[in-house]
């Protein structure tokens, strides 16, 4: 029997998503993406899950793309299914209840990049190469690199990586904000201890969070000021923030239930 394309591996708070065909770095086909949807669809909304991590199988790469041998026929149609695709993709890591956090190691180029910058965090390890060299084979990106980019880094670095194809390495990739954090060596450990912190945090404030950051993004500054004011008000219905208070005031680690 082959090989799943995705891995969904949960350990206790923290789930591991691996995107799983090292043979082609693990370049996105129609079943890679639909299994990445299935994945966050049947496993994200599990009680206790407190964040996910995706990475790629096989040391070399994140994700180098989509898969170029199955776009080589696409018709018009065809393109335009793929890229609904991506976009399904995208809806379903934007609605998973915990954050996401990519975690790069090699080469996130083209959709690869794209993916990543689909999650709430991107960690670079040492070897993190990004790019959208989607020029070099004649098309755009067409997975939200020429939206979430420009919108992460801005026109003009968003205009050079994508008209030029260049390829940054992590040090690069952190000056320009395009991830996080960069680490010396795994991004994969560095993620997981990153989720492992995420995880100990109130649950309901972190859920607050993500959507005070990612549904006002691009709203005007009194619109997002607005919800962040609801939002924060919001905490104080929840046992959540009364156990956090109390464990500050008695000086011991606060035990959160997520409501
Ligand atoms: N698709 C399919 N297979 C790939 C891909 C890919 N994107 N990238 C690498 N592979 C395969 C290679 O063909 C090779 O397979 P084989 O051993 O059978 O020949 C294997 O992976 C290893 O690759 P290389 O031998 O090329 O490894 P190198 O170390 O020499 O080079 C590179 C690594 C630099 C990453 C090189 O493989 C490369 O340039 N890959 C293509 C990168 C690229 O152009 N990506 C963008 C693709 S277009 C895109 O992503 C559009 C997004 C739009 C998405 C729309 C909806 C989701």
Redesign the pocket.
């Known amino acids: 029997m082959s090989e799943p394309v995705v891995l969904w591996e949960d350990r206790d708070a923290i789930a591991v998503l691996t995107v799983n065909r090292p043979?082609?770095?693990n370049?996105?086909?129609a079943d890679v993406?639909d299994a990445l949807v299935l994945a966050f669809h049947t496993h994200a909304h599990r009680e206790g899950l407190r964040a996910v991590v995706v990475t790629g199988a096989g040391g070399?790469?994140f994700?180098?793309?989509?898969?170029?041998?199955?776009?080589r026929d696409f018709t018009v149609a065809q393109?335009e299914a793929?890229?609904?695709?991506?976009?399904d993709?995208a809806a379903a890591i934007e609605s998973c209840p915990v954050p996401v956090i990519a975690a790069v190691d090699g080469?996130a180029?083209?959709?690869?990049?794209?993916?990543a910058l689909c999650c709430d965090m991107i960690v670079a390890g040492a070897r993190a190469?990004f790019?959208?060299?989607?020029v070099?084979?004649g098309?755009?990106?067409?997975?939200g690199?020429t939206q979430r980019l420009v919108r992460r880094v801005g026109l003009a670095i968003a205009m050079d990586l994508c008209l030029t194809?260049r390829?940054v390495d992590a040090k690069e990739a952190y000056a320009i904000g395009l991830v996080s954090r960069t680490v010396e060596g795994s991004a994969f450990d560095a993620a997981l201890e990153m989720a492992a912190t995420i995880a100990k945090k109130g649950p309901f404030a972190v859920r607050m969070v993500r959507r005070a950051l990612h549904e006002n993004a691009d709203a005007p500054l009194a619109t997002g000021l607005a919800a962040e004011r609801s939002l924060f008000a919001l905490c104080f219905a929840t046992s959540d923030q009364k156990e956090g208070m109390a464990a500050f005031v008695e000086k011991r680690e606060p035990q959160y239930t997520g409501r």
Do not use: T
Request: charged share 15%.
């Open positions: 043979a082609a770095l370049a996105l086909n993406m070399k790469a994700v180098a793309g989509a898969d170029i041998p199955g776009m393109a793929f890229a609904r695709k991506g976009q993709l080469f180029l083209g959709g690869g990049c794209e993916l190469k790019g959208q060299p989607e070099n084979l098309v755009i990106p067409g997975f690199g194809a390829i």
